[in-house]
């Protein structure tokens, strides 16, 4: 698990710890000191820790004119004992919209695990971001973690499925891929 790391090849473009309006400003990177991990396995230090001892993430670019987002999510989604929807939506996604941004884009790829709980934050960060003409897409869902999302009803809050199950979005810039993203979203809704 220690290799695995985030997604790095955008910080040409943004990088969190640098961004003002970013959770995650001012936060200092080891590449030696491994202080994070999930279970008893140690993760990589660049993972952004949320205050879940299961769910860590990066966020990869924001950018508030447009108001969007794209967070690359790391680890074991555990709502029925972390309760990890309600520290994401708390922690981060509250903060992000603090600053307008409304349209988020998961990437869920490295979400190894997922166990339900109910569905009162994801409802609710579906309401508000609807009510700002924003949405949550969620990409390259493993198929075991879309099929307990989906027995849950989860789904539901997200936009996912189609082109956005086995997305390559590493070949793309920042503005590239949320563009890709806008236009099947316009699809979707339309």
């Not at 860590?56 to 989604?77: N, P, Q, R, S, T």
């Not at 009162?120 to 198929?143: H, M, P, S, T």
């Amino acid at each position: 698990m220690h290799t695995i790391e985030p997604y790095y090849n955008w910080r040409g473009f943004y990088i969190a710890s640098e961004d003002i309006q970013s959770p995650f400003y001012e936060r200092e990177y080891s590449e030696f000191e491994f202080t994070d991990s999930i279970y008893n396995y140690l993760i990589h230090p660049q993972w952004d820790n949320i205050g879940s001892p299961t769910l860590f993430i990066k966020i990869l670019y924001a950018d508030y004119d447009e108001g969007f987002a794209v967070i690359e999510l790391f680890g074991e989604w555990n709502d029925a004992v972390e309760n990890d929807i309600m520290t994401l939506k708390r922690e981060i996604i509250e903060h992000l919209m603090g600053n307008g941004i409304y349209k988020f884009i998961l990437i869920a790829e490295n979400v190894l695990n997922f166990h339900a709980s109910d569905d009162c934050y994801y409802e609710e960060w579906f309401e508000e971001v609807e009510d700002q003409n924003g949405w949550i897409a969620l990409l390259n869902v493993r198929k075991h973690v879309l099929e307990e999302m989906q027995t849950e009803d989860l789904d539901q809050y997200f936009i996912q499925g189609g082109d956005l199950e086995d997305m390559e979005w590493r070949t793309m810039n920042p503005r590239q891929f949320y563009q890709s993203i806008i236009n099947y979203v316009s699809k979707r809704l339309a």
